[in-house]
């Protein structure tokens, strides 16, 4: 895998037709859980809701990787 450029995870346009398997509020939920760079407390691992949002934005990411690789800046990089 290869890193996402920020500004493409914040593009509405790459998040189109995800509302199928996000709310809104999910979607802001894992973009926030994956754009920020701490690490998880142990008090988050602990906690059964950040555990499912976590799930939730591993499932975003991979998707948003899928979209990004076949995007010209995504073949660059992968190339």
């Given at each position: ?59 975003l ?15 660059a990089?992968?190339?």
């Amino acid at each position: 895998m290869c890193e996402i450029d920020e500004e493409f995870i914040r593009d509405p346009f790459n998040l189109h037709s995800l509302n199928e398997k996000f709310t809104k509020e999910k979607l802001k939920g894992c973009i926030k859980l994956i754009l920020t760079p701490q690490q998880p407390s142990e008090e988050d691992l602990n906690d059964e809701a950040f555990l499912e949002l976590n799930q939730d934005a591993s499932d975003l990411y991979s998707v948003l990787h899928a979209r990004y690789i076949l995007s010209p800046r995504g073949l660059a990089k992968v190339y």
